[in-house]
């Protein structure tokens, strides 16, 4: 079993005790001081992390009916030395995850742009073969390398939208 090191840091402290998935992410995002993670992708995380030490018996799952939350308390079975054992660095991993989908996205954005490009030209090419049909010729051919090359993009396009929509239904 591996937990964040950032939640051992966190939940290892005495004083803190009987707290929500909330307040982990709250003091998780202020120590790791990255303005880029997504609270929503790192609530689910932690919960998921908290989640461990309730089957490993470290912490207990108390429902709460007023607020409709649930909050975690630290059971006899609670062991620091051991919980710095199981630390790791997951922030790294969560930070890499961030990256990537930003360069994903940036790259979609990209393919999205030339895309508009290149549609722009193959109706320019029909425009001017229309208005200059002895052309026919010279224009056939460029008219059909613009048009590959839309297929091409859409492609590039397909594959990043498909891996983006992926990894949003493995974070739900």
């Known amino acids: 079993m591996k937990i964040d090191?950032?939640?051992?840091?966190?939940?290892?402290?005495?004083?803190?005790?009987?707290?929500?998935?909330?307040?982990?992410?709250?003091?998780?995002?202020?120590?790791?001081?990255?303005?880029?993670?997504?609270?929503?992708?790192?609530?689910?995380?932690?919960?998921?992390?908290?989640?461990?030490?309730?089957?490993?018996?470290?912490?207990?799952?108390?429902?709460?009916?007023?607020?409709?939350?649930?909050?975690?308390?630290?059971?006899?079975?609670?062991?620091?030395?051991?919980?710095?054992?199981?630390?790791?660095?997951?922030?790294?991993?969560?930070?890499?995850c961030d990256e990537i989908k930003k360069s994903l996205t940036t790259k979609l954005n990209h393919y999205k742009a030339e895309l508009l490009l290149n549609l722009g030209e193959t109706e320019a090419y029909k425009e001017l073969y229309d208005e200059f049909p002895e052309l026919v010729t010279e224009i056939q051919s460029k008219y059909n390398q613009a048009r590959d090359n839309n297929t091409k993009i859409l492609g590039k396009i397909k594959a990043i939208e498909s891996l983006i929509n992926q990894e949003k239904q493995q974070n739900t």
Do not use: H
């Open 5 to 96: 090191n950032l939640v051992v840091q966190i939940i290892k402290a005495p004083n803190f005790n009987n707290f929500t998935t909330s307040d982990v992410r709250s003091a998780y995002i202020a120590i790791s001081k990255d303005p880029f993670l997504d609270p929503v992708i790192i609530r689910r995380k932690l919960y998921a992390e908290l989640l461990k030490l309730v089957k490993k018996g470290w912490l207990r799952k108390q429902l709460s009916n007023k607020r409709k939350g649930t909050r975690f308390i630290k059971t006899e079975l609670f062991d620091v030395q051991k919980l710095i054992v199981y630390a790791t660095d997951n922030y790294q991993q969560i930070k890499l």
